[in-house]
């Protein structure tokens, strides 16, 4: 079975490639299973390049959609196909713990709506929905509550979950919300969606970030992977941070130290612990938030940024570095992404494989007693604002 996706905030891939990795032969009947990329939408003109050059693998792709999504015609289908799966990874901005974390009430918090559009007019036969660990704690729990329940209403069972990535052979401490709805006349024939187990749970098994920055080396020529520059002093200031820590290190000499205006971020010049994953990679943030090589005096390059988001060095991001910088740190890691939509395909092919009951304080029924949450409700609670964002702080040095 070959089932045809749209993608709304496509970014520059990660779910799609995902998607495409997961697919397989029946081993009993011999019948192919995949999935197979029909439209997408994003606002960011980099980000659409790098998806067109590498999922569609032409530049002047067109069904690449690049726009806001509220001039995305949703319901023409003349434009936009119809499709039997969906994937949306709606903007993260107002739920993530970095920042003011507004969810519902901010810029970016309502556009999920426009996924539960797509589910309306398309009905697709299941759906996968990404999202920070935050976003069940915005406006008081309120919107999490709401977002599922318009989900639900679309027809489908969902099964939200937290998936820490580094237990999926990620190298990166990376938390994320995943929902994935199967639509009810699917669900009622016996298509049950489970979580996939992880790879490991002792920490001491985890992909660490030395592994996948050097296993195989990175290719002086690789694309992307353009040396950073940084000053005489922070380098003299790295010199003297050790792996895993950052620049409150306390053996830093006081005439290197920070002058630091705003909130000290536990990421500011962090360097990496090489016997570990990596800390999350972001795309927002300005100086000292690049992520730092355990070992020599710099930042990541990008390319060393995508191993960790498990991107394939032959995914090539269009746009300027700090464009790059951008979409692999707002990326869906791919692994992780192959992981779920292979789940779901199984779920569909009928293969059994491990799997682990979803947290329970994320399904809808254990949350507040399955009570409707109106938008009023959600406007009306307050979150206490969370660290500044990085691009807020101001460093000197």
Known sequence: MIFKKGELFNGPGGLSLGAKLAGFTHPETGKEWRIEHVWANDYDPNACSTFRYNICGDLEDQSVFCGPVEQLPIGDKTVLEEIDCFAFGFPCNDYSNVGEKQGLNGTYGPLYSYGVKVLEEYQPKFFVAENVGGLQSANEGKAFIKILTELEECGYKLTPHLYKFEEYGVPQARHRIIIVGIRNDWAAKGVEFRVPAPITLASTDYVTSKQAITEPPIPEDAPNHEIPKHTKKVQEMLSYIPPGENAWYAGIPDDLQLNVKGARLSSIYKRL???R????VTGS?????????????RAL????????????????????????????????PVKGAKIVFEAILKSFAKIDYEWIEPAKKLQLENLRGQRKVTIDEVKNSQDKPAEKLDSQIELNI
């Open 273 to 275: 612990d090489p016997d």
């Open 277 to 280: 994953p990596a800390y999350t």
């Open 285 to 297: 943030g300005g100086g000292g938030t690049h992520m730092y090589h355990w070992k020599e005096l």
């Open 301 to 332: 390059t990008n390319r060393e940024r995508a191993r960790l988001q498990t991107f394939p060095d032959d995914f090539v991001f269009q746009g300027s570095k700090e464009a790059v910088r951008k979409q692999i740190g707002m990326a869906v």
